[in-house]
């Protein structure tokens, strides 16, 4: 058992200024954040070197988009939200793109169905890249003009917008290649960039997790240090936390295994109510991608094609559903296992001095689902898996989302959804923080989504 | 503005033992308990007195029930947990009931499919109450035998769980009778039962609400007083809350028809997400059972047949979308306006000395969707609407669900449903206690839910 | 092999008048016509006495309707084409039953969605019995008046049309009543009356069927004797057809249990396309009603509860997709087997001297589903099943719908349809002519439906 | 009105030999069968030369397949059915492409979903090429061995189901393009190839259409010339007609105007049960593809881009269901007018001296949906639209599928489509006879699909 290294606050706490004026970021400016804007556009484009046109089109399931859609999407919010309103005579670059690439802003007009993205067989491929030639051009003439804070701060917004997508883009892409009968791989080896290849997976060396304490007591959670932030991370602010202890790493896909062997798919008393019901619907039997293999053991489809389950990297592609029944489940032989909250997650985040860029989450394993490389106390926060939270995502204290579009953003999802936190293999690292709320359904299974037991 | 009524706890407050053991309740016992029981039981066919056999077996959609189910299903409770168990020799009344009316205890077996209640026309409505009679019958023979604490707390639940249906059992026969064209009502002014007819709706004699004060601070919310509760309420734990303030009474149909005027349907801003699709996708432009008058004004649907709606009572029948988009549109005018918390909502229920039984729900009032009579300070806490909060519902810190089929009355239903506090019209005032916890999913109307504001 | 009965037309016929100006039926009228009006509408009474006001009112499924319902739409209908229209002073019933109980007539206005019929609580089935006793007193004084034969016509289809109803309303009721785990019985053997009793079944003495021959020629089809008639089996035309062969029985439930053990529901290349698709999707595996006994063997949800499958008998509640794929099964080992079109039906019904009166659809065979007693030749033509032919519904050449509202009654549904022939032991004596077109959609299995093979 | 030109059969006719034993076609054999494989292998590709790659990926709806996919299962029709059976040695192009891209043949074994053909990416429209140049290859080996009666017919066979699809291919393409908001076209007017590029529109010259008169008699229809035909299209049979009349010409677009402002699309007296339901649910208007324009007056799309609605053409992309009611509506100013039935159709067209090759079905007219060039008598029986016919699609009298897998190809449709005749601008003259039996069912408005009037 380690020692307790968070350091609640000495309470009664004086109230939080930020908890009723958040503190509004200091952006990234000037040829820093140019370089960034340079480095960001280009990955994505890195990361659709691998598909044909074709694979680019397709849209597998109303949740998913077309990889080509990802990349005018993108290309559009900048578009929308800095070439039209603050480069003058900025020349639209097609008069329907506004229509065709929204994706759900409604104060920025109607908007083609999100299901039929799939149908756009034009533009084509070229066209979206000239698009985004047509954009970054315009965009490097507003970097180069005398930039306000302002303009610095919805670049920001865009970039880490861009780096969410690249994610949703290869989860997209990965599920659209699944769908194919051919089972075809994402890559073959042959890239030259580092960044697309797949590294060997590293594998956690310790069989067992172990746990490390945390003290009640009077927390804050929440950003507000300057940097940037999304408005859900926002206001930081105080909860009160009961005593808790954290596991040293993700449930691995041994264990989950394990959790299938022992019936963990056919035990109703395993599952929430909604969950069971998914369960028998849609005949779910082990996490998504995985097959059982006729000789016993499973593989599993990944970016590099159908690959075998490996029992120590931490398991991949299960929804709120799975991870809650895994938890129970667990909870069996040993009572209290749970889900952690999200704020217990990044109040020991914080504690273990969270740095997804220093870490695991390294260039070359952000295109692949393994585990991050092994090492003392808490390990694996950012770089493997997303990690599900027993947390709804819903407002924090005094949140109010910005005014405008951009409004939109993140507010009025906070419904039915559940946050999930750390960051994935697909992640790339600067884009993530400790305080970083991400969210999907609870029946979920196509992002790179696992879980860690708290008790 | 009011005083600050309510007492933070001094902190650092020591552990509260019963975050890890919970208070087991002392339950009724001997005569009390039994009298309950006739009581409790005996309300339940006086609510189906109005109706004829055709009335009580139609479902009007999936997630309602007919009546003569509620009548056979609580019945199957009491034979199920208590009879078959503890009363030796107890003759089962039929032997495929527990099949039918078995609702979602997978502990106790597989069951009728919940959508397909409706398709029951046998056993009849006579032999659904022969059944409760013979079960009412044994159980009078149980609660004469020397009792033990244990089948006492199954007792209690059990009729906790009926007064529950009595409620659901309004809702449902409210919704088929308005699905029928001619629109029959529910009562019509010649029972000689009190609780069965409708009295003459109080209403609030403020314009404008006014907000009762709160200072922030570390507070303990759920039950551990000794007596009843459910599983869901425990164990009581600290939170800590930042200031907050709560109107002194709920959101009338008047201030609801502003909304209405001012184009609360057809103003995407003013909603969350999942909430706009549900309102292009359904069509709705007010609450549910409200239709537009020709010549202006609003009538709507009571269980006493088609009425003008009063603008001086709370709204009635919306959803937690409709609550939150009101609530978003009130803050345009005054902002910081919002939903509350279900912590609170009991914050401030236990600061006003919160009573269901003394107060504005009387027997009366018990089956109206009328505001509760006019008063200082906090009013309508119980007894008109069931009031949405900002809360999704999930599990105290350090919940568990209690062994057997029992485990699954509460806890398998904690997720994408939303906290409602209070009580309503329809809601006995002995089943009401501040820690109750409501809960619906957030596209839910045909309840008698409403929604009061914070900030 | 039987002789050749049936004698073709002379060929080249004269031009047959019908076919420009189809017959028109004398009506009954008199005390004949009362006399039959006070028959069929007690015995709709009649079939309904077996049941609670509860199994009345439930609606198993969209294209199944209430028993109330029946009740009620056959009143209305004379009240809407006869009462309103041709007793003067007529006083309506209630203002809303037209909106409720109107069926399809677009003609006369809007209507209660079919697939909530079952939502009808109220009126109860006794304010429909004053219903029913209210418009045929007024039907009595309408029918004492000096009649036309516009009337008397009318009036005749309107009984024919309650005669339709009162086959719908026992296999509406039966599917009710098998959707209920408790498998209820409509009759309990306990009724007065023969007509709803059920009599021992008939079976068939010849293990194989024979065929009866029919030579080619020019025939006519088509009803024009002046009796009544519906308007799709006019005008009487002239058909080519080439030499061929009926089967002298229906296929059996013994023949239907041998396709069924040889695989006849999991070999695709018996079934149509839409027929294999809907097999696998709904998971058929046998007639509906059919249960497999676990010690082999079939037992069958009937209207007196469930009973063995007796071999002899025909096999019922099959749908045209079963109907044609057993066809194609047989072919396998006797080449040239298969479904007989409706006109070879006729012709051959014709020749043979059909009379659902005289012989085997006696009253008491009128509610069960048993084969027609014994004999030489085509037997069991009518009374026992309705037979799938290979037609689909379309219109005879020159058919015209008649003016008006009753122009709707069936000549809009030529549409994907398929052209049933015979009648069924739930089929009024009085109502059928061997000319008759019933006609149900590809998949439906729940009317008393059977096949006879032709080649 | 024009003369008798059809002669009917001097009754009583000898039976038809063709009845019990339909002739077997005498196959293209040698040089002519090697050209004409060419020729339509070779169409096809030039039909998709106009397409990008990620155009031909798509499946705009279920119903529709995308163009890869007709390139891809065209050829493997010829590599299941010749080059496996017939070509000794032949190396299978690859071991999934027969899951991948075969159709419906359950004889050969299971496929890939039909509604998702649009997720496969891979193979790439490339492969797909390399594919079809693997199989022509070895093709082209086959037909220069000695080959048999046997596989000329099938290849025969092959070829015309590459023409089915060819047409296909066209339709569905123009549906993917509609779906894009920018409405794309297919053709831009820059092609070397004449077949693909639009030629002006013909157009009729008579406001009203005359009829040609037919007398009544004994018929023979179906096909019996020792020429290549479908297996439906058999036996040749006599059938009985009264004496008709058919239109001269197609209803046209200016008479479809017509009917859309005297409210054709919004009274249900017009329209049968089923098709009224579909255009209240549908929300039809007016034809598919066509808008309204805001001055007044309607554009349709084509495979040219958007166009003027050319009031001379003939109507194109309506249903049965609308063909039918057109034909109800125009019955109401004219009795009698109806849709012809397919026996009329063929007699018609016999007695016409149908001709697709000779006359308006020049290549150019190939693939724009334009009227045939004006004549006299009968004209645009082929080229110009699909003509619905009354007939619901059935099996001629004798009819029994060829045995093995390509008995599947016609015979297990046989059950709710209705037939149409004539051919249209995107059928190969090649491909056309006036015994030929399309099919569809009757919700359907994406083929090139009109009308012609009866009576």
Not at 18 to 42: I, K, N, Q, S, Y
Not at 120 to 134: I, K, M
Not at 231 to 239: A, F, G
Not at 354 to 374: C, E, Q, S, V
């Amino acid at each position: 058992m380690s020692a307790v290294p968070a350091s609640p606050l000495a309470a009664p706490a004086p109230p939080a200024a930020a908890a009723t004026a958040p503190a509004v970021p200091t952006p990234l400016m000037g040829e820093a954040l140019a370089e960034r804007f340079t480095d960001v556009r280009a990955f994505t484009e890195t990361l659709v070197e691998p598909l044909s046109p074709e694979d680019c089109v397709v849209q597998p399931m109303p949740d998913a988009s077309p990889a080509k859609w990802h990349l005018a999407h993108t290309t559009w919010f900048f578009e929308a939200f800095l070439l039209k309103p603050y480069l003058s005579k900025y020349p639209i670059f097609h008069p329907k793109f506004g229509f065709l690439f929204n994706s759900y802003y409604n104060a920025l007009g109607p908007r083609h169905a999100r299901a039929a993205r799939g149908m756009l067989t034009r533009p084509s491929l070229e066209e979206v890249c000239d698009y985004r030639a047509h954009v970054d051009r315009h965009m490097a003439e507003l970097l180069a003009q005398n930039e306000s804070a302002e303009t610095a701060r919805l670049i920001e917004v865009g970039l880490h917008h861009e780096q969410q997508h690249q994610e949703l883009l290869l989860t997209d892409i990965k599920y659209t290649l699944w769908r194919n009968p051919l089972r075809p791989a994402y890559r073959d080896g042959t890239s030259n960039d580092e960044q697309v290849e797949r590294e060997a997976p590293a594998s956690f060396d310790i069989p067992h997790s172990s746990f490390t304490q945390f003290s009640e007591g009077l927390y804050e959670v929440g950003r507000d240090t300057g940097a940037f932030c999304y408005d859900n991370e926002q206001p930081r602010h105080r909860v009160w936390r009961d005593a808790f202890e954290l596991a040293d790493r993700p449930v691995t896909s041994g264990e989950w295994a394990a959790f299938i062997e022992d019936g963990g798919y056919r035990r109703p008393e395993l599952w929430l109510s909604a969950g069971w019901a998914a369960v028998q619907r849609e005949g779910w039997e082990a996490p998504l991608y995985w097959e059982r293999q006729k000789g016993g053991g499973w593989r599993t489809f990944t970016l590099s094609g159908m690959a075998p389950v490996e029992p120590a990297e931490p398991v991949c592609h299960v929804n709120y559903y799975e991870a809650d029944a895994f938890a129970r489940w667990a909870g069996l032989s040993e009572p209290g296992l749970r889900l952690p909250t999200e704020q217990e997650w990044e109040i020991a985040a914080d504690a273990s001095g969270y740095d997804p860029a220093a870490g695991d989450t390294a260039d070359g394993g952000r295109l692949h689902p393994i585990a991050p490389a092994p090492g003392p106390g808490l390990r694996g926060l950012a770089g493997g898996v997303w990690e599900w939270t027993a947390s709804p995502y819903i407002a924090y204290p005094g949140y109010a989302p910005p005014a405008g579009a951009l409004g939109e953003y993140n507010g009025k999802f906070m419904c039915d959804q559940w946050v999930l936190r750390g960051g994935s293999c697909a992640t790339s690292a600067t884009h993530l923080r400790s305080t970083y709320r991400n969210f999907f359904p609870a029946d979920a299974r196509w992002q790179f989504s696992g879980l860690r037991l708290a008790r």
